[in-house]
């Protein structure tokens, strides 16, 4: 079945550490995307990535990182410099957009839940 | 800077009612809109898409609207079931960006 796996469901951190979480997925899908999500709030963009080798930032980026050396793969790092950690990690992935009629479906993975202790 | 407001945060009602959920933006130049289902502790799951040339989509017991220039959508549920309970997210798609808006959704609680 196709679809997008998140690693690992749960995660906790301490204080001064750098934790990735991995995403996969195999649509064969070129967007990839990570968001956050807090309680009471809408998700918010931390990073997406259109194609290998190239991603963008989104609204909350710092204290993350990303890579996109695979087209299925898009690894989140969040590094000792996001001062706030503890939130709902979700990935998604979607087709590019074409042109003003085209689509672009979010699928999403189940999430990672990431605790600083 | 597109806003995405949903009303109510939450909502309970008995089984078998119809129900209403509402969704406004702020900026009316959007490709899309999306409404998503999210069970506690689960991702999102895509349940209806509206194109930004099309006023409503049916899935089911779901119906999703779309006004554009007046920057609303509205998630209508018939015949609510207990298995409905969840949180109901919309979000939309600027014209010029990939950076989908999300609101911070409805929590459904349908009570047998």
């Known amino acids: 079945d196709g679809g997008i796996t998140q690693s690992p469901k749960y995660l906790f951190r301490k204080e001064g550490q750098n934790v990735t979480l991995s995403c996969e997925q195999n649509l064969n899908h070129d967007a990839m995307y990570w968001y956050r999500q807090d309680p009471g709030q809408g998700l918010r963009l931390i990073y997406y990535?259109?194609?290998?080798?190239?991603?963008q930032k989104g609204d909350i980026a710092e204290g993350y990182s990303v890579s996109r050396e695979k087209k299925e793969s898009f690894p989140l790092t969040v590094t000792s410099a996001q001062k706030n950690p503890t939130a709902f990690y979700l990935c998604?992935?979607?087709?590019?957009?074409?042109?003003?009629?085209?689509?672009?479906?979010?699928?999403f993975g189940a999430g990672s839940r990431l605790t600083v202790l | 800077k597109q806003e995405v407001t949903q009303i109510p945060a939450a909502l309970s009602v008995p089984e078998g009612e119809n129900l209403v959920l509402n969704c406004s933006f702020t900026d009316s130049a959007i490709y899309n809109l999306q409404w998503f289902r999210q069970d506690p502790g689960k991702g999102l799951t895509s349940l209806l898409l509206?194109?930004?040339?099309?006023r409503e989509q049916t899935s089911g017991r779901l119906n999703a609207s779309l006004d554009k220039s007046s920057g609303r959508s509205t998630l209508y549920i018939a015949a609510s079931q207990p298995g409905d309970s969840a949180t109901y997210l919309c979000?939309?798609?600027?014209?010029?960006?990939?950076?989908?808006?999300f609101g911070a959704g409805t929590r459904l609680t349908v009570k047998p």
């Open positions: 509206i194109q930004s040339s099309q």
């Open positions: 979000a939309v798609l600027p014209y010029n960006n990939n950076d989908m808006r």
């Open positions: 990535s259109q194609i290998v080798n190239d991603f």
């Open positions: 998604a992935s979607s087709r590019l957009q074409q042109g003003i009629s085209g689509a672009n479906v979010l699928t």
